[in-house]
């Protein structure tokens, strides 16, 4: 590859801080908006090279689990020949030079982390290197093309030089009009297993979360939100509040009461004191389950067409035969392991933030708005996330725009917490989903004609994202992996359609997304097909697959390292389930038995095709932790709401999957040369079918709503 020198920005500080170097986005992908040229010392830099050896590397994303802080470090890494065991991350500051390579915002989501930045990493690394060996080879007095870097260290002939040796002089240097990247042959890091350069703080107490944060003078506000959703204040008296000792003040904000106090249980002591009055909403509240019954009514006609093939009707009627099931999915919370929080310091027209967010770009702006000032005025500072799932990546920036408001009020520094039921009961939720799919098969039992009505809120409806995410009025988050599944793409007739209904529920993007339900209703509906063409299901999907090598592939790999076609133990059963996202292939076999009434689910074979794997360590702990995330879902997730109000609030009536439940995940790892994808997600997607058909397979009941109830 080669960037021209436009491309970029040399950030050329002069400090003991060594060499910084920073860039814009390489042409071929959408440029992040073009800042001023920076100050020495800007934060606009992706590595630094200290004259005490060490090599930073400032990340544009927020790491929150997913590896990053290991896998982006990587990629500079390999190109700039560095010693590894002096490589450190920190997070960036919000700024438009970290824009998303393929987005014009920061942000981190849509496992597109490692993918979106796989190249524009791998280049400042090299320009780092071109830089330290042209100072080397300028002291010697001899080309650059005579010294060799490797492991920190420049080299020509018997002379050496560390990079902190060149560090000061590399940065007096014009930056690279080109570079060019290792052959693949070459690469020393990219593809071997690296151990997380982040667990040693994380596991000594020593990384900073958000509710870490901490500083003289920061003061402690928990806020009364609304009861029910469409609920509204009406008064507030806080005097009660105020007799609590170590309560200073009680703020209103935008739809809510917010009390400020010494530390976090005074201010929920005098939340819980706090008295106020609420209008409620009109009609008595939604209620999940007559939500869900609509749905399933709407579901029986067609809506906004997403994707149509042939004439689904007449292919239909000439079908062989018919088979006809509705799928429903619930609403679901985050459930991040850290509760929300955001801390705020105003100090006039400027303002700094602690946050865990995934969300950069969109929190500054809506911070910027609220406090009547300039987006480059506020100044985000990221801390590691305690489980996101989507949840710190809102588009309405709540919980931000929150903090600042009460900040903003109290007129002191405030760090806002939500207690679990805080965000349980007043947050937002993947949404709920009904499918109604018909298949007309021919007399092989292949599909000719395939049918499929979802009915489910759209995620960015009213949202800044709407215009980008909806096409011909069908938000394409709700219908994604449907149209596009392989096993559908020879079907002659093929109807996708969609029913976005309002309601008062808020709701957001949930791990792995449309997927999380798309995948179980198509997944499940050729497991179907599959059993009603008397077929064994492995042998059946492959034929759809036939033109397909890469899913074919994938789900030989994981039947194969399941023992698909053998035996398993007495009392189990096997199902699987594949399904492409984020632009990667992840088959699962999933093992099953019914232990007192109870799904158990022993093991979990994966197989997983996502082009280039940077750090298979890291792969392999995703996709465990997908699974279980998934799993979770699949046993146990569901939001209930009546008159208005979330009937779950914490984990004993929402809960997580414990230790006892957890399968033996096994990962393998698909070499491939394909277009490299996302890890953070696309396995969340396959568990639960996986795991119905396992059930089918061994009790021949279908089950076809989540979480899974056994009759």
């Known amino acids: 590859m080669t960037v021209s020198r436009r491309d970029f920005l040399q950030a050329t500080a002069g400090s003991a801080a060594g060499l910084l170097i920073s860039f ?30 060490s090599v930073t590397v ?74 330290l060996l042209r100072a080397a080879a300028a002291r010697w007095k001899v080309a650059p093309a005579a010294c060799t870097a490797a492991n920190g260290v420049v080299t020509h002939g018997k002379d050496k030089l560390t990079y902190g040796q060149l560090a000061e002089e590399a940065m007096k240097l014009a930056p690279p009009a080109k570079v060019k990247l290792k052959d693949p042959k070459d690469w020393k890091l990219i593809g071997t297993l690296v151990r997380r350069i982040d667990t040693p703080e994380k596991v000594t107490g020593k990384a900073q979360f958000g509710l870490d944060v901490h500083f003289p003078g920061l003061r402690t506000a928990v806020v009364l939100r609304p009861p029910a959703f469409g609920a509204k204040l009406v008064k507030f008296d806080a005097a009660d509040a105020l007799k609590v000792p170590g309560v200073e003040k009680v703020v209103p904000t935008a739809n809510g009461v917010a ?92 303002c700094e933030i602690w946050t865990g967010t995934q969300f950069q770009t969109g929190d500054q702006m809506a911070a910027a708005k609220i406090l009547g000032t300039t987006p480059d005025k506020v100044q985000i500072h990221t801390t590691f ?60 039992g292949v599909p000719a004609a395939w049918d499929q009505v979802v009915v489910g809120q759209s995620i960015v409806a009213g949202t ?98 399941a023992g698909w076609g053998t035996a398993p133990a007495p009392g189990r059963a096997r199902g699987l389930a594949m399904h492409e996202s984020f632009g990667s292939i992840i088959a699962e076999v999933a093992e099953v038995s019914i232990e007192k009434g109870r799904i158990r689910v022993h093991s979990v074979t994966c197989s997983v095709d996502c082009g280039t794997a940077v750090n298979p360590l890291g792969i392999e702990a995703q996709i465990q932790g997908s699974v279980a995330f ?44 394909a277009k490299m994808g996302g890890i953070g997600e696309p396995a969340t997607a396959p568990i639960a079918p996986a795991v119905a058909n396992a059930v089918f397979a061994l009790t021949k009941q279908r089950l076809r709503s989540l979480p899974f109830r056994l009759a």
């Not at 959408?30 to 200290?50: D, E």
């Not at 459930?335 to 006039?348: F, Q, R, Y």
């Not at 020879?490 to 449309?514: D, F, M, N």
């Not at 299901?537 to 592939?553: I, V």
Request: hydrophobic share 45%; with cysteine; proline share 7%.
């Open 24 to 53: 814009y986005v390489p042409q071929g992908v959408r440029a992040a908006p073009k800042a001023a040229q920076p100050p020495p010392l800007s934060p606009n830099a992706f590595v630094r090279v200290g004259t005490d050896e």
């Open 58 to 131: 400032v990340l544009a994303h927020s790491e929150m689990g997913q590896g990053i802080w290991t896998g982006l470090a990587m990629l500079i890494a390999e190109e700039l020949e560095c010693d590894w065991s002096k490589v450190r991350s920190e997070h960036a500051p919000a700024a438009p030079v970290y824009g998303h390579p393929a987005l014009q915002f920061q942000m981190t989501g849509g496992s597109s982390t490692t993918n979106g930045e796989f190249e524009r990493y791998r280049t400042v690394g090299a320009m780092a290197k071109d830089m």
């Open 259 to 350: 009390v400020v106090a010494a530390h976090f249980w005074a201010a929920k002591l005098g939340r819980d004191a706090l008295r106020a009055e609420w209008a409620q909403p009109e009609g008595g509240g939604v209620d999940s389950a007559k939500l869900l019954a609509d749905f399933h009514a709407q579901a029986r006609t067609p809506g906004v067409v997403a994707a149509s093939v042939g004439k689904v009707e007449d292919a239909l009627a000439a079908a062989k035969s018919r088979l006809e099931a509705e799928y429903d999915v619930p609403y679901l919370a985050h459930a991040p392991m850290e509760p929300l929080n955001c801390t705020v310091k105003i100090d006039g027209d400027r």
């Open 385 to 444: 996330l305690g489980g996101g799932f989507g949840r710190r990546a809102s588009p309405a920036a709540d919980f931000v725009g929150e903090a600042v408001i009460v900040a903003k009020a109290a007129g002191v520094p405030v760090k806002v917490v939500w207690t679990r039921e805080d965000d349980m009961r007043g947050g937002f939720y993947r949404p709920a989903f009904v499918h109604r799919i018909q298949v007309g098969v021919d007399a092989r």
């Open 464 to 561: 800044p994202l709407e215009s980008f995410v909806t096409k011909n009025g069908v938000d394409l988050t709700s219908v994604e992996g449907i149209a596009e599944s392989p096993y559908v793409e020879r079907t002659p007739a093929l109807r996708v359609s969609l029913h976005s209904p309002r309601t008062p529920v808020t709701v957001l993007w949930w791990r792995s997304v449309g997927n999380t339900h798309t995948a179980f209703a198509v997944e499940s509906m050729v497991d179907e097909l599959a059993h009603a063409a008397g077929q064994d299901p492995l042998a059946y999907r492959l034929e759809l697959l036939k033109d397909k090598p890469r899913h074919a592939n994938a789900l030989k790999v994981a039947a194969e390292k």
């Open 630 to 673: 998934g799993l979770t879902a699949a046993l146990y997730g569901k939001i209930n709401i009546a008159e208005g109000k979330v009937q779950e609030s914490n984990f004993h009536d929402y809960p997580m999957l414990r230790m006892f439940d957890m399968p033996r995940i096994a990962v393998h790892l698909i070499p491939s040369k």
